[in-house]
């Protein structure tokens, strides 16, 4: 038996839609939450390296002053909580010794044991051809994240709401992320819809699974 039912995943998958009006009234439990940050710590990257940050916008003043460079959307303003996924611009030794010492310890191993390990991911994001377009490569880390958390939150029927449609600029000024080494690519507005969001009711299009999914 799987750990969660293959209709509940199919019935949530479906359940979930881009949130386009949040029930400002509606909270997520602080507990609920926490499994959704965590989802976002636990998330898959490439080496494990983990190039980002991601920012709890709590402040309501903060959340006012980034709907204006948010096209106006109010999920910024009126979700439980809002996310902004931010990268790592430019991977560093710091960085990856850091990694190297806690899968270390975590694991019970001899960092010396980890070294052609930590030589391969310099040789690849720091000093080798990648290294010029790290940026590109830290921020598709990031949308993995993204897909984590949204899928999480199907599951647990909580509404989010992916967004590009933001200055990232603008985003880095309010939020002081500049000169930080890190930068802002998206962000997610999580919570609850209102009942008068007419989106939750259209049918979901996608193409067929044939069109898609291809066996070779």
């Given amino acids: 038996m799987n750990p969660v039912d293959n209709e509940v995943i199919h019935k949530q998958l479906n359940w979930r839609y881009a949130c386009k009006k949040f029930d400002p009234t509606k909270k997520i439990r602080e507990s609920d939450w926490n499994v959704l940050a965590e ?104 949308y993995i994240a993204m897909g984590t958390l949204l899928t999480t939150a199907a599951m647990m029927a909580v509404d989010t709401l992916p967004m590009e449609g933001l200055d990232p600029a603008a985003y880095d000024k309010i939020l002081g992320l500049e000169g930080s080494g890190y930068k802002t690519v998206a962000a997610v507005a999580c919570g609850y819809r209102a009942e008068d969001d007419k989106y939750q009711f259209a049918k979901k299009v996608r193409f067929d699974m044939k069109d898609v999914v291809i066996y070779k």
Avoid: C
């Fill in 39 to 142: 989802s976002l710590r636990l998330s898959a990257s490439s080496y494990g390296l983990q190039p980002w940050k991601f920012i709890v916008v709590q402040d309501p003043e903060i959340r006012k002053q980034l709907l204006p460079v948010s096209w106006g959307q109010t999920p910024v303003t009126d979700a439980s909580h809002y996310v902004v996924l931010t990268y790592k611009e430019k991977m560093d030794e710091e960085h990856i010794t850091r990694f190297i010492e806690d899968t270390a310890k975590t694991r019970g191993l001899d960092p010396a044991t980890l070294l052609g390990y930590k030589n391969m991911m310099m040789g690849d994001l720091v000093t080798g051809p990648r290294a010029e377009i790290i940026n590109w490569w830290a921020q598709r880390q990031v």
